[in-house]
């Protein structure tokens, strides 16, 4: 099941400071303590939401 993925400037802004609000929990807690939940906490959003902003793969 296919879902949309959200794009232009405002996710591409979106995208990276999830990437780096969880490239900052892995440095202060590591990877294996640090859950999809953990990151959306950090923007007060639902892990679910998280899954909008990137492909589910990488495959055509």
Do not use: C, K, Q, W
């Amino acid at each position: 099941m296919d879902r949309p993925v959200r794009t232009g400037r405002e996710s591409d802004h979106a995208r990276a400071r999830i990437l780096g609000a969880a490239e900052e929990r892995f440095r202060r807690v590591g990877h294996h303590r640090t859950s999809v939940a953990d990151i959306a906490a950090e923007f007060g959003i639902s892990p679910a939401n998280i899954y909008r902003f990137f492909p589910s793969s990488l495959a055509p």
